[in-house]
């Protein structure tokens, strides 16, 4: 699974069916060995921990791999890398990396690469996760006003979340610093001020700023971002009684959202880490069974 545009929604539907029934208890493990990987060339906390929660609970046989101990580091590049895992029996990779579409030249070679991140482009288990906490929470998308709130330019999550919202029936619109949203990469989302927005919205998506994609540091202090782009107090009381806040994290406490509000009622930026590990597991079902393993009841 490289991005979420490649799934069709009977596909996404699929997979948030299945993890929901993860989430309630269903207990599946391969039929015979499947060995994976996970390369993760870029931080992460959420997404390489889930990922290998979900392979151990599928009885996945996870193969230990560090980037830093790898021969990357004596000039190898990412392609030989993946053809010599593929070489030595995996039969999946979950992979994150700094550079957009950095898939473009593995498709070809015989082993399920799942996406878990590739720069500014996509972030597809982020997304489904995401849909699989608003669909728990509301049972559809259909008519839901989604805002999508931050650094809109910089960020994967972005991207993977308006592309399935939209052609699951939701509306999405965008606010933040207004030089940070990007028109043609946002599929002509709609630019909104953000105290316009945010009491229409049944679902709020922050963003954390991506310094690190910057070519220099924003020069917004904290406190300054929060008072004109984030979510203080007093914009979460212009809120509907039922829409709930999201985010996919790392959280900047006191910038994208006042500290005290990430563990509010609305908040469901934990129950989206939790979900993590059961989309997770439905999306390593979903790639595997493609490549005709079986996965039975646990006895
Ligand atoms: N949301 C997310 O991708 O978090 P990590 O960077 O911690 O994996």
């Known amino acids: 699974m490289i991005k979420l545009s490649k799934l069709s929604k009977e ?22 060995p499947i060995f994976v990987a996970n390369l993760f060339f870029e931080n992460s906390t ?10 151990r609970k599928l009885g996945l046989e996870v193969v230990p791999f560090s980037v830093q101990g790898s021969s990357l580091n004596k000039g190898e590049s990412l392609r030989d890398t993946v053809k010599t895992l593929e070489s030595l029996g995996l039969d999946l990779l979950v992979i994150r990396h700094p550079d957009d ?21 996509h972030h597809p288990s982020q997304g489904l996760l995401d849909l699989v906490t608003i669909k728990q929470e509301f049972g559809s998308f259909e008519g839901l006003t989604v805002g999508i709130v931050g650094d809109v330019k ?13 052609r699951l029936g939701a509306k999405v619109h965008f606010s933040g610093p ?7 990469a946002m599929m002509n989302g709609t630019y909104r001020n953000f105290d316009h927005l945010i009491p229409e919205v049944d679902v709020l998506i922050l963003l954390r700023i991506q310094h690190e994609r910057h070519s220099s540091k924003h020069p917004m202090a904290s406190q300054e971002y929060l008072t004109k782009y984030g979510l203080t107090r007093s914009r979460m009381e212009m809120m509907k009684s039922g829409a709930i806040i999201m985010h ?10 006042e500290s005290d509000l990430v563990e509010c009622d609305k908040s469901r930026i934990f129950k989206q880490i939790e ?7 439905a999306i390593l079902k979903h790639e595997l069974e493609g490549r005709g ?6 006895e």
């Open 101 to 121: 579409n950095y898939f473009h030249d593995l498709q070809d070679l015989d082993l399920s690469i799942v996406n878990a991140g590739d720069g500014t482009g």
């Open 248 to 257: 996919p994290g790392p959280v900047n406490r006191g910038v994208e959202i």
């Open 46 to 55: 959420r997404t390489v921990v889930s990922f290998e929660m979900a392979e």
């Open 293 to 298: 393993f079986e996965f039975v009841p646990w």
């Open 11 to 32: 596909a996404i539907h699929a997979i948030i069916e299945d993890s929901l029934a993860f989430a309630s208890g269903k207990r599946l493990r391969s039929k015979e």
């Open 275 to 281: 979900n993590g590990v059961y989309t997770r597991m």
């Open 178 to 184: 207004e030089d940070w949203f990007d028109q043609g």
């Open 154 to 166: 910089h960020s994967r999550v972005a991207n993977s979340d308006a592309d399935a919202l939209r």
